[in-house]
């Protein structure tokens, strides 16, 4: 549908010696003239990857490119945006191409931004040196967007745009894009049908260029395939999820036609008529168990409703309302839902290993290494960190807790239990509402004031990433020391006194390196601050922990490895984000 050689000059067929495919140049399809087409850089020698085939695309797309300059002040203040003119009601597949070639850019970090798909987030940190391993190393990322229809509409503009990274998170406040192609893709194998309508999704970072708002979904391909296999894997299984992998009953449409309704019956099927030994776990709401899809025997987590539970229900409501409007691979997919004879059930993607507190504390589960520990965390942040990014409507979250993060077979953590979050529009600075939340993790703030923001949720993160230090429970009435009961208040007192490295969990004892250990712990203190404005944005805390993990990889010399979890040898101050500095060791 579009393939287009971004900066660069139009190529024909004959000048795509492999594939015989034309590409268009950029100029008509950019909303701003202000960037830059870098030159082409003939002398470079390209290496190509077992992931990107020669073939992916035409020498002379990875050797131009466009970007916004180096100028850091005029680029934060602008985005580079292309706009393609779509069917409405179709799904579409996108491929962008990069390739670094200037000699300026080698490094990881040194040009990091983000990528917007019809204006929702597809990449928060886009680095072509972390994708591609090098300069001079071509490399693609695929996406499938979903534009749903709007009114009457036959066409609607697929925008891509792509924003630098804030100037303390990357070298260079630029982007860079080299090539992209758009392919229209079936719904059920038809390039004409009908399609389901989509909900407005999230304009995530909106700028000062504006950008017109969609209703979208974005679902990023984990595994890029070359050429044509692509795009017939992503036909069929753009097929498999419309197909109603549990067929679809009559009745009340759910607050988003993107969330399939399951009948009873299947439910039923799926979980062997409520076995009580499919049971995985129970909560406030119910039970969850693991059941099975019918159509493909793959694994799916079905929680139920405890029909005494007048809370639940409008937990329920609430959770598909929130999961219907969501996309992100760190928070938890909603499949379906069934709302039939006084049940009310959510079917969700199966989290192979459980809570991430199923591997701190209380298991037989193997402990977690720091940077295990580090990434998971990282992953949760960036979960919240999207909730609090739309355009029209922060979600805060309010419940959470080390056993609503959730692990996948790739050990990738998912936020999931949305039953307690509340939707608050941008122009207010708060929300006043009953106090919700579970004891340990709930911000004093909020109980005290009632009334709640993001920074309630950073509170509660704060408290999890005490759990993920220390794996103990948040609150311990066990203990003879009333200081200890308290986690937070515990490591508190445990930071402020240079003794963070005696409470962190045994298992990691001498594993950690001092540095990573005080910046993980200057994240968490800083999350805990008495005073919501006093504490970090979710953005500040992603950057705190991949620092954090940074500096666990980075080299140690002898005393740092001899002294790696000793702060009683070593002085630092660490410098909060409100100006204050705080000495931390003896």
């Given at each position: 549908m579009y393939r287009i050689n971004v900066g660069g000059r139009e190529i024909s067929p004959g000048d795509d010696t492999e594939m015989f495919r034309s590409w268009l140049t950029d100029d008509a399809y950019l909303t701003i003239a202000k960037p830059s087409a870098l030159p082409v850089n003939g002398s470079i020698n390209l290496t190509f990857s077992s992931d990107t085939a020669s073939y992916s695309a035409p020498r002379e797309v990875y050797v131009t490119a466009r970007t916004m300059g180096m100028s850091k002040t005029q680029n934060e203040n602008y985005q580079l945006t292309w706009e393609f003119p779509v069917d409405s009601g179709f799904n579409y597949f996108v491929r962008l191409h990069f390739c670094e070639f200037q000699i300026e850019i080698t490094k990881e970090g040194d040009r990091v931004f983000e990528i917007l798909l019809a204006n929702l987030i597809a990449e928060t940190r886009a680095d072509v040196i972390t994708w591609s391993s090098g300069n001079g190393i071509p490399v693609y990322r695929d996406y499938v967007v979903s534009i749903g229809k709007k009114g009457n509409q036959k066409q609607q503009n697929l925008s891509i745009t792509?924003?630098?990274?804030?100037?303390?998170?990357?070298?260079?406040?630029?982007?860079?894009?080299?090539?992209?192609?758009?392919?229209?893709?079936?719904?059920?194998?038809?390039?004409?049908?009908?399609?389901?309508?989509?909900?407005?999704?999230?304009?995530?970072?909106?700028?000062?260029?504006?950008?017109?708002?969609?209703?979208?979904?974005?679902?990023?391909?984990?595994?890029?395939?070359?050429?044509?296999?692509?795009?017939?894997?992503?036909?069929?299984?753009?097929?498999?999820?419309?197909?109603?992998?549990?067929?679809?009953?009559?009745?009340?449409?759910?607050?988003?036609?993107?969330?399939?309704?399951?009948?009873?019956?299947?439910?039923?099927?799926?979980?062997?008529?409520?076995?009580?030994?499919?049971?995985?776990?129970?909560?406030?709401?119910?039970?969850?168990?693991?059941?099975?899809?019918?159509?493909?025997?793959?694994?799916?987590?079905?929680?139920?409703?405890?029909?005494?539970?007048?809370?639940?229900?409008?937990?329920?409501?609430?959770?598909?309302?929130?999961?219907?409007?969501?996309?992100?691979?760190?928070?938890?997919?909603?499949?379906?839902?069934?709302?039939?004879?006084?049940?009310?059930?959510?079917?969700?993607?199966?989290?192979?290993?459980?809570?991430?507190?199923?591997?701190?504390?209380?298991?037989?589960?193997?402990?977690?290494?720091?940077?295990?520990?580090?990434?998971?965390?990282?992953?949760?942040?960036?979960?919240?960190?999207?909730?609090?990014?739309?355009?029209?409507?922060?979600?805060?979250?309010?419940?959470?807790?080390?056993?609503?993060?959730?692990?996948?077979?790739?050990?990738?953590?998912?936020?999931?239990?949305?039953?307690?979050?509340?939707?608050?529009?941008?122009?207010?600075?708060?929300?006043?509402?009953?106090?919700?939340?579970?004891?340990?993790?709930?911000?004093?703030?909020?109980?005290?004031?009632?009334?709640?923001?993001?920074?309630?949720d950073v509170y509660s993160f704060g408290v999890v990433l005490c759990e993920v230090l220390c794996a103990r429970a948040p609150i311990d009435r066990t203990t003879e020391d009333h200081m200890q009961i308290s986690l937070a208040e515990w490591v508190q007192h445990c930071y402020i006194n240079g003794i963070l490295d005696q409470v962190i969990d045994t298992h990691l004892q001498g594993k950690i390196k001092l540095a990573s250990l005080l910046k993980f712990g200057e994240v968490a203190i800083n999350c805990l601050a008495s005073e919501g404005i006093k504490r970090p944005t979710m953005s500040e805390v992603v950057y705190g922990l991949e620092l954090a993990l940074k500096l666990q990889g980075s080299e140690m010399n002898g005393n740092d490895e001899n002294h790696a979890n000793d702060s009683s040898t070593i002085d630092y101050h660490v410098l909060f984000s409100s100006g204050e500095s705080m000495k931390v060791g003896r």
């Open positions: 792509l924003h630098p990274s804030p100037s303390w998170r990357t070298l260079y406040s630029d982007t860079i894009l080299n090539g992209l192609e758009i392919f229209k893709l079936s719904n059920g194998f038809s390039l004409s049908g009908p399609s389901f309508d989509l909900t407005s999704g999230p304009n995530i970072h909106p700028r000062k260029s504006p950008v017109t708002k969609k209703r979208t979904i974005i679902v990023g391909v984990v595994a890029p395939i070359s050429g044509f296999i692509t795009v017939s894997l992503l036909l069929f299984l753009i097929y498999r999820i419309h197909s109603n992998k549990f067929a679809n009953s009559r009745g009340p449409t759910p607050p988003s036609d993107i969330c399939p309704r399951l009948s009873l019956r299947e439910i039923k099927t799926a979980t062997n008529n409520f076995d009580k030994s499919f049971i995985i776990g129970r909560g406030g709401f119910g039970n969850v168990y693991k059941g099975f899809n019918n159509a493909s025997s793959t694994p799916v987590a079905i929680k139920r409703l405890n029909p005494s539970s007048q809370q639940g229900v409008l937990e329920f409501r609430t959770e598909i309302e929130m999961l219907s409007k969501l996309r992100h691979q760190n928070l938890v997919s909603l499949i379906g839902y069934c709302e039939d004879k006084m049940e009310m059930i959510l079917v969700y993607d199966y989290m192979v290993h459980g809570t991430l507190r199923d591997h701190l504390y209380n298991t037989n589960n193997p402990p977690l290494q720091w940077e295990q520990r580090l990434k998971m965390c990282i992953g949760a942040a960036q979960g919240l960190h999207y909730l609090y990014t739309g355009p029209n409507h922060t979600i805060i979250h309010r419940d959470v807790k080390t056993t609503n993060i959730l692990i996948n077979e790739k050990w990738i953590t998912k936020v999931s239990d949305f039953g307690l979050s509340k939707m608050n529009d941008l122009s207010n600075t708060h929300i006043s509402t009953a106090v919700k939340g579970s004891i340990g993790y709930l911000d004093p703030e909020y109980y005290r004031l009632q009334k709640i923001t993001e920074k309630s």
